[in-house]
């Protein structure tokens, strides 16, 4: 059976399909390079010295891993010169980096976590690249951050790459979710998995319970009855799953069905949650709803929320259908969405 790659799949998006244009199909290309690259660093580890802090912080506060910085560069040279992007954003970048003027400038706006999960690097577990991608306004102004202040609902394309076993990179152009899988020796992306779909139920779910002092009520109130298991109201056993890598924890959902919630929590309560909406949650809430989960912020589908920063955050809960649907009941109950 032959195997159709990356490259084949977005030519027939493009031509059968007509979900892409020429441009995003080079611009899907180029990230998924880059994704190859990242792999060939993080892959090597302590062998090529690229473990540890880098010395300085992000935007975030946080401190940046030598890992987090060369992601970034990577995806920002391959990105720079294709003619295909008016600007980009990057969780470790403070402002927007425009397509430099010795290079063309196009229509599509790219967002991405470079290296999530980096805090899990130095030992050894799954880490990932998150993806999104908007079309630029076209509104006659010059490109700014305002462009990127769009809602999820209007990207044309998001996925991952997990840099774990095995290198997968997962991705939607709005016709369903595929999984591709690096072969290192032909250093091509091989289709492995079409049409990806969240089970409506499940038994699985996954939240840092060293939190639970500090959810709100309806948090609460959920994470207790599946502790309480078949002899609570839910009456059937659950069980948990928290990797502290966003991307493998959803790709096990997009794989085998769950929940995953970062909600609000008291610990800072002036941030609605520790996720970041343009980059982590909206590629994340377009990808599941694609394969036919949910994905809310406790009240609303994230995919709704009007951004007013680059980098604000958001709570998120996302992955099994019905299980979200409860978790929002429960939100909603309490008090309705603003
Ligand atoms: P905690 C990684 O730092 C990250 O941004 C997500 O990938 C992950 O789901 C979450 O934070 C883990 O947070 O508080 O459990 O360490």
């Known amino acids: 059976m032959p195997r159709t790659t990356l490259t084949q799949f977005l030519v027939e998006q493009e031509r059968a399909a007509q979900a892409i244009t020429p441009e995003l199909r080079l611009l899907i ?6 994704c190859k690259a990242i792999a060939v660093n993080v892959g090597k580890g302590a062998l090529a010295g690229v473990l540890g802090e880098a010395g300085g912080d992000n935007v975030q506060g946080e401190a940046q891993k030598k890992l987090d910085v060369i992601s970034n560069e990577i995806l920002m040279q391959a990105n720079e010169w294709g003619g295909h992007l008016a600007a980009m954003a990057s969780e470790e970048m403070e402002t927007i980096h425009e397509t430099p003027n010795r290079y063309p400038k196009g229509e599509y706006l790219l967002l991405f976590d470079p290296l999530d999960g980096s805090s899990n690097i130095d030992v050894n577990v799954s880490v990932g690249t998150i993806f999104s991608v908007l079309r630029k306004p076209d509104d006659g102004h010059a490109v700014s951050e305002a462009s990127f202040l769009q809602p999820g609902g209007a990207q044309v394309a998001a996925g991952y790459a997990v840099y774990g076993p095995s290198t997968v990179l997962v991705l939607t152009v709005g016709t369903g979710v595929h999984c591709f899988t690096l072969d290192r020796e032909m250093g091509s992306w091989v289709l492995t998995q079409s049409n990806l779909t969240i089970p409506a139920d499940t038994r699985e779910f996954a939240i840092n319970m060293s939190n639970f002092r500090h959810w709100a009520p309806p948090v609460r109130r959920y994470v207790d009855e ?24 959803v790709h096990r959902i997009l794989t085998r069905g769950g ?39 406790g009240h609303t589908r994230i995919l709704e929320l009007m951004p007013t920063k680059l980098h604000e955050r958001v709570a998120v809960i996302l992955g099994s259908r019905n299980e979200v649907e409860r978790v929002t009941g429960y939100h909603n109950e309490v008090a309705p969405a603003p």
């Open 259 to 297: 929940i995953f919630m970062y909600p609000w929590d008291a610990r800072e309560p002036d941030k609605p949650g520790k996720l970041r909406l343009m980059y982590e949650a909206n590629p994340m809430a377009f990808l599941v709803e694609q394969a036919g989960g949910a994905a809310t912020n």
């Open 226 to 249: 599946l502790l309480a298991g078949r002899d609570g109201p839910r009456g059937r056993d659950f069980n948990m799953r928290w990797v502290a890598s966003m991307v493998a924890d």
């Open 29 to 34: 290309e180029v990230v998924a390079r880059a």
